[in-house]
């Protein structure tokens, strides 16, 4: 390496440090342990002028005209600024939890992790309950959205409109409304004799479920079930590590490989096509 190159090396790298310094230190997410210093480079929507950030992906996704990507951005449901990652290309979707079947993120957490998030934004995570409440207590009613994939790459989708979870006063209680989609409706319907709708969230410290024992603690294979909207145990559980489980969808059998929880207002889409009429030369 010769000198003009090796000090070009050394200038781009006192930059580089030099710009990812002052992107953290101008940022305060409020879930910053859920990003890396090199994550911090990747953010797409800094915003130097300080004034607030959009509440949610399908915000930033209306914004753009449709043409953001996938990624991190900040966005600002409440007081405080966190990352997410947006899913742009199902159409500004703020995902809120993400997992991969067998992934080295533990998701056996205390209620504080639960509450606060962990994981990594550009792996798998769970946002955090404290957020899911922030971002689904809006006048604007919230959808939730399951994404399921399978070993052989079949996608199967849910929806739930409305999508609440309450604060932790109520300990993080879900509320669901109507379901369409191509999964089971594993949630407010009890084929399993589980139902989770109205449910209070437990974790392996704290036990709000209706069962004599903690479910989040029982094992399958080693791995206990993480944190849930537990009943007398479950009907689904996205937090099991080693088995993602929806019904039939999803479990020991049929296995998944991933899945994912995201959300977006309920009017968006009516909303967002009065807003911008799509043209016919576009279709
Ligand atoms: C997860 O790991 C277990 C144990 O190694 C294995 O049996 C199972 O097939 C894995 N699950 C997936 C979806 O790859």
């Given at each position: 390496m010769n000198l003009k190159h090796s000090v070009g090396c050394i200038l781009l790298l006192f930059v580089q440090c030099r710009l990812q310094t002052r992107a953290e230190e101008v940022l305060e997410l409020a879930?910053?342990?859920?990003?890396?210093?090199g994550d911090y480079m990747k953010l797409i929507n800094i915003n130097t002028k300080g004034t607030k950030y959009p509440r949610d992906c399908s915000e930033i996704f209306k914004w753009s005209e449709q043409s953001s990507k996938d990624g991190i951005y900040i966005i600002q449901p409440a007081k405080e600024p966190i990352g997410v990652f947006c899913?742009?290309?199902?159409?500004g979707w703020t995902v809120i939890q993400h997992i991969t079947a067998?992934?080295?993120?533990?998701?056996?957490?205390t209620w504080q992790d639960y509450k606060y998030g962990f994981g990594s934004l550009n792996d798998n995570y769970w946002l955090g309950n404290e957020y899911m409440h922030q971002l689904t207590n809006s006048p604007r009613p919230y959808i939730l959205r399951v994404k399921l994939v399978d070993l052989n790459a079949e996608i199967k989708l849910g929806e739930y409109e409305p999508f609440l979870i309450e604060d932790e006063a109520s300990q993080y209680r879900i509320r669901l409304g109507l379901y369409k989609g191509?999964?089971?409706?594993?949630?407010?319907?009890?084929?399993?004799?589980?139902?989770?709708?109205n449910q209070k969230f437990t974790t392996k410290d704290k036990d709000n479920d209706?069962?004599?024992?903690?479910?989040?603690k029982l094992e399958h294979n080693g791995i206990p079930g993480g944190g849930w909207w537990y009943d007398a145990c479950?009907?689904?559980?996205?937090?099991r590590r080693n088995v993602i489980y929806w019904?039939?969808?999803?479990?020991?059998?049929?296995?998944?490989?991933y899945a994912w929880m995201m959300v977006r207002p309920a009017d968006y889409s009516q909303d967002h096509s009065m807003a911008c009429p799509a043209q016919k030369n576009e279709l």
């Open positions: 879930n910053s342990h859920m990003l890396s210093p899913d742009m290309q199902d159409g067998n992934s080295s993120v533990d998701f056996d957490r191509s999964a089971a409706d594993a949630l407010t319907q009890d084929t399993e004799a589980y139902l989770h709708d209706n069962y004599f024992q903690n479910c989040a479950a009907g689904a559980n996205l937090n019904q039939k969808d999803c479990n020991k059998e049929q296995m998944c490989k």
